[in-house]
């Protein structure tokens, strides 16, 4: 089927030869340990690059140290309980005085019936001294139920 002659076999031994004995040459010209300009340019490009990640871990750990010292406390609004002084003393019926940090319900309850909600949040915001978000929730929870 595929049969090569004596001439045509020397021939591809000759060509395979040649083409070992180049490669030989080119990689014994390198030194051992010495690398190419292309390697030398990926190592610098590798280092320059662990260089920048660290100074950004380095940059993230300083903003994170800066803000945990504004910050003392992990939650940053405090949270006070709300109480619903209606299902104490009746409904219709708010206590004479409010402790602290209780938000006045009836007024809330009042006012989200209104349909005032900005109104309401800022009463719950004042009353309680949490932040806008829990305020804005206990509001909603109030318009569902």
Do not use: C
């Not at 083409?19 to 990689?27: H, N, R």
């Not at 010209?29 to 100074?55: C, P």
């Not at 909600?117 to 509001?139: S, Y």
Request: proline residues 4%.
């Amino acid at each position: 089927m595929f049969s090569l002659g004596l001439l045509e076999a020397f021939i591809v031994v000759a060509v395979f030869a040649g083409i070992v004995g180049a490669l030989w040459y080119v990689f014994s010209r390198t030194k051992t340990g010495q690398l190419s300009e292309e390697e030398q340019y990926i190592q610098r490009l590798n280092a320059q690059w662990v260089q920048h990640r660290e100074e950004q871990r380095r940059e993230a750990e300083r903003v994170r140290h800066e803000t945990q010292q504004r910050m003392p406390t992990a939650q940053r609004t405090p949270t006070a309980p709300v109480v619903d002084p209606t299902a104490q003393a009746g409904v219709g019926a708010a206590p004479a005085t409010r402790p602290a940090g209780q938000a006045d319900y009836a007024a809330v309850v009042r006012l989200v019936q209104e349909g005032k909600l900005v109104e309401a949040i800022k009463k719950v915001r004042q009353d309680t001294g949490v932040g806008l978000a829990d305020a804005k929730r206990l509001v909603d929870d109030i318009r569902r139920h």
